[in-house]
């Protein structure tokens, strides 16, 4: 079965930079989304960023110019480059493939405070 490990979640101060990765074993078959999703305390799941196999992308609002998603699809990994971060950022990041099925990482703490 596939299984997402997702890695560089720490504590940054504001207007750092972090990068999310996101590595898939298993297999992955046809087309697929790959994607960073993220839960802040109390708050509903909010899809951050997504990526095709062929590249396209789409940006939550409130991250355009700030994040960068990005994959490479001979390795299985999706990256998330993450900066002028703010404390709003705050969260736990889970990464999110769509293939036929749906998978989840476990997440990673992102924690932007002074």
């Known amino acids: 079965q596939v299984k997402l490990v997702e890695s560089g979640g720490g504590l940054v101060q504001p207007g750092g930079s972090l990068r999310l990765s996101c590595a898939a074993s298993?297999?992955?078959?046809?087309?697929?989304?790959m994607g960073w999703y993220r839960q802040a305390p109390g708050k509903q799941r909010e899809l951050v960023a997504r990526i095709t196999t062929g590249g396209r992308t789409v940006y939550a609002e409130s991250v355009k110019g700030r994040f960068t998603i990005s994959r490479d699809n001979a390795k299985n990994t999706v990256y998330l480059q993450m900066n002028s971060l703010n404390p709003e950022d705050t969260a736990v990041y889970y990464c999110?493939?769509?293939?036929?099925?749906?998978?989840w990482g476990q997440g990673t703490q992102v924690t932007v405070s002074s």
């Open positions: 999110n493939v769509i293939s036929r099925f749906e998978y």
């Open positions: 298993g297999n992955i078959f046809g087309a697929n989304t």
